[in-house]
């Protein structure tokens, strides 16, 4: 087991760093000229000039990535003198349109997005393997028809279509609650509460309808095994063999597909922060997108990289612990 987590720690750290080459190339060969965009209406050819040497775009790409890599761990200083200023470790490099360090625009809109992909998640998990299991239990009859009736329904809406249907509802229509901006959960967390709860429910709709029809499919199958009629047989009680044997060996592919979607939710959830207004990082990103801020947009694709590399990591790890059957060596 041990020498397993660090092999995979290895090539983790090993698809990283191909990673970072890979997108800082793909974004330092582009035709635009990084260095223009860092002054807006206001640049001539003088401030370019200045901004390139400033931010270390006349040098050599390979000078360029290691002095990114080398930021990340020690921090990077940018221009010289009395206007040299500084981003700490890990800086991930400097936006001229936000006048930010890419990584405290980070730290400041990720706590937004994990709430609500973490909150989405928590929700669909419960309400997608839930019905998913009763719609095995009750194959053939109306339960079953009825969840998967819901499920193609749910499945077959797009995230912005189920956001603006909620708000016109809640908001408009039957005035269930006042519409609530987004607010720290330590400032008032009932503010905080309403201005998460119907991003979550809009998430949540989305994807539960996969994971009840994913649930639905994997129950099927384990409930035909012959060690759940064995267990039947010994008398065990339908919630054991429901619960300990069948939902046990049926989670591994929900377990694989709920770490990879909310590692990606966590790479910036665009639709939905847009609609209801959360400055999170999918709003950061399409900001990053429109502006063309180059820095913002690396540093961006680099964490979603992220999220997801180390989900995999997660979900490999979670196999051994979930279904007895998998060795991990």
Not at 71 to 86: Q, S
Not at 141 to 159: E, H, M, V
Not at 294 to 310: E, N
Request: proline content about 4%; hydrophobic content about 50%.
């Amino acid at each position: 087991m041990g020498t397993y987590i660090i092999r995979r720690l290895i090539a983790m750290i090993l698809m990283l760093i191909a990673l970072s080459m890979l997108v800082f190339g793909i974004f330092t060969i582009l035709p635009a000229d990084p260095a223009s965009l860092t002054c807006g209406k206001s640049c001539n050819a003088q401030v370019i000039a200045q901004n390139r040497i400033r931010l270390g775009y006349d040098k050599p790409i390979y000078e360029q990535y290691l002095k990114f890599v080398k930021g990340i761990f020690v921090g990077r200083t940018y221009g010289t003198g009395a206007v040299a200023f500084e981003c700490p470790a890990p800086s991930l490099g400097y936006s001229f349109t936000k006048q930010a360090c890419v990584t405290d625009l980070i730290k400041t809109r990720l706590p937004v997005t994990a709430t609500e992909a973490v909150g989405a998640c928590i929700l669909w998990l419960i309400t997608g393997v839930s019905v998913g299991i009763l719609a095995a239990l009750k194959r053939g009859r109306w339960q079953d028809r009825a969840a998967t009736g819901a499920a193609l329904i749910g499945y077959s809406f797009p995230t912005f279509f189920i956001g603006l249907v909620l708000q016109y509802f809640v908001f408009f229509k039957f005035q269930i609650m006042d519409y609530a901006a987004y607010t720290p959960f330590a400032d008032d967390p009932t503010a905080w509460f309403k201005s998460f709860i119907l991003p979550w429910i809009t998430l949540a709709l989305v994807f539960a309808a996969f994971y009840s029809r994913l649930t639905r499919n994997q129950m099927l199958e384990t409930l035909g095994e012959d060690y759940i009629r064995t267990a039947r047989a010994k008398g065990l009680t339908e919630r054991v063999v429901i619960g300990k044997h069948a939902l046990r060996s049926g989670l591994t592919p929900i377990v694989t597909a709920a770490g990879l979607d909310l590692a990606t939710l966590l790479g910036g959830v665009v639709i939905t922060e847009q609609i209801f207004g959360l400055p999170g990082l999918g709003k950061l990103s399409l900001d990053a997108a429109v502006t063309s801020d180059l820095p913002l947009i690396v540093g961006m694709v680099l964490l979603a990289s992220t999220f997801v590399i180390v989900a995999n990591l997660v979900v490999d790890l979670l196999y051994a612990v979930i279904d007895p059957r998998v060795r991990l060596s």
